[in-house]
């Protein structure tokens, strides 16, 4: 079957392919080009080559198991996902997080934004030819991941948050090594804008490119960077507070030409901000010491603790082994909302105790698990692309009847067709860039 532009084509111009195997589209992208010479007079943007049915996937999973699909979505940050899916449910239960927890991904979703900006501008560098700042940029976002690995155990796909809060607290000595890699964000970010913001070469493939006017941007449904670009100072953080948003201080960096290089220079302004809401957290967490927990020396492995619960009262206490650190049941108060059926049962009590081992295959069992009550809610949190928001039906059972996921990137991405128009090929792979196209959020 044709295509519409291969029907609409002039007899005179030249129909090319640009992906999906091209470099620059990340393999999840088709575009085919109508040239005259070097100049698009059209294209037709084709999407969907890593749709894997996120939606009805979840639609088929417990409302704690899907969790770990959020986590595909925008890969490079997925810590917002998780928040914006727990936010979704907590508001159909009305549960109320600690506020440690709060605090915890708050700092968590701003380490991910920082991650989620530097790879952005990492490939945008990178495809208009500063292989430098690719180089610079992959070394910051080490520093953090390597933070965000210590905490949660993974580097990408981490499925940290829970429903009611976060699945363990911060590993010791996470205050001082935040505080380091954030030293060193900053002297990366400081070299890349010396390399980058007198530049002539990247001057020419940005300033004036791929120009996107307020009103068009609003009509596309555009919002995060590339919204705030056009000069519009909407951010989901301050527009629609959640967590403890509210109670930090940050700037909304805004553009005012809406072009390649406006989208560059906010993300870098939004960096700067995101480092600031780290040290505020850490500031609070510091002076807020979570609940205390066992001393790592008397910790036990699961076959340990079981041995010994059957030598004692069932309502011993239990240290558990440093693989499962930061999860110990006397922390719970400061982690969990307080909401029997909803949060994970403590590991010491399903290692302990057979109430604590049903309690365990209840929540985590097919037919069993957490059953919010019917309705429908829709929650937003500001990921790295714009207003990620998750629109979910309960029917009353332990699944979502309906999940569907408002993914900024999608409505980024409708306007590529516009801004490329009359542009030469070249001016995609800059302009392309600088819309931070993320296969996982943009299929689903």
């Given amino acids: 079957m044709s295509s519409r532009l291969e029907r609409q084509a002039r007899p005179e111009s030249l129909l090319l392919n640009m992906g999906p195997s091209h470099p620059a589209m990340h393999g999840t992208l088709r575009i085919m080009l109508e040239l005259d010479g070097e100049r698009i007079l059209s294209s037709e943007v084709e999407v969907g080559y890593l749709h894997r049915g996120f939606e009805k996937t979840c639609e088929n999973r417990t409302y704690f198991n899907l969790l770990i699909y959020t986590d595909r979505l925008n890969y490079v940050s997925p810590l917002i996902n998780n928040v914006g899916y727990a936010l979704a449910v907590e508001k159909l239960i009305g549960l109320e997080v600690p506020e440690r927890a709060q605090f915890i991904r708050v700092l968590m979703c701003e380490l991910s934004r920082v991650s989620d900006h530097l790879t952005c501008l990492a490939a945008m560098a990178m495809e208009s030819g500063a292989f430098t700042v690719f180089l610079y940029n992959m070394k910051a976002r080490e520093y953090l991941w390597d933070l965000v690995e210590r905490t949660t155990g993974a580097r990408m796909t981490t499925s940290y948050v829970r429903i009611g809060g976060v699945r363990a607290d911060l590993h010791d000595g996470f205050a001082g090594e935040a505080q380091e890699a954030i030293r060193k964000v900053r002297g990366v970010l400081k070299d890349v804008r010396g390399l980058l913001d007198r530049n002539p070469i990247f001057l020419g493939?940005?300033?004036?490119?791929?120009?996107?006017s307020r009103d068009d941007a609003l009509a596309y449904g555009w919002t995060g960077p590339c919204l705030r670009s056009t000069g519009i100072s909407y951010d989901v953080r301050k527009a629609r507070p959640y967590l403890v948003y509210d109670r930090l201080s940050f700037d909304v960096p805004v553009g005012e030409a809406g072009d390649n290089y406006d989208r560059y220079a906010v993300r870098m302004a939004e960096m700067e901000q995101s480092l600031r809401l780290i040290e505020q957290c850490l500031g609070w967490l510091g002076s807020h010491p979570g609940s205390s927990a066992p001393p790592p020396e008397s910790c036990l492995t699961p076959a340990e603790a079981i041995?010994?619960?059957?030598?004692?009262?069932?309502?011993?206490?239990?240290?558990?082994?440093?693989?499962?650190?930061?999860?110990?049941?006397?922390?719970?108060?400061?982690?969990?909302?307080?909401?029997?059926?909803?949060?994970?049962?403590?590991?010491?009590?399903?290692?302990?105790?057979?109430?604590?081992?049903?309690?365990?295959?209840?929540?985590?069992?097919?037919?069993?698990?957490?059953?919010?009550?019917?309705?429908?809610?829709?929650?937003?949190?500001?990921?790295?692309?714009?207003?990620?928001?998750?629109?979910?039906?309960?029917d009353g059972s332990d699944r979502p009847y309906r999940l569907h996921l408002r993914a900024p990137c999608l409505h980024i991405v409708a306007a590529l067709e516009d801004l490329i128009r009359g542009r030469m090929v070249a001016d995609i792979i800059p302009t392309f860039g600088s819309m931070n196209m993320i296969g996982g959020e943009l299929d689903r």
């Fill in 205 to 212: 493939r940005t300033k004036g490119i791929a120009v996107m």
């Fill in 307 to 394: 041995r010994a619960a059957r030598r004692r009262k069932p309502d011993g206490g239990v240290a558990l082994s440093p693989n499962l650190e930061g999860s110990e049941k006397a922390r719970y108060g400061s982690l969990y909302a307080q909401a029997h059926g909803f949060v994970p049962p403590p590991k010491e009590d399903a290692y302990t105790t057979m109430a604590g081992l049903i309690n365990h295959f209840q929540f985590f069992m097919k037919g069993r698990g957490p059953r919010p009550p019917k309705g429908e809610v829709y929650a937003s949190v500001e990921g790295g692309n714009g207003e990620l928001g998750y629109y979910i039906i309960s």
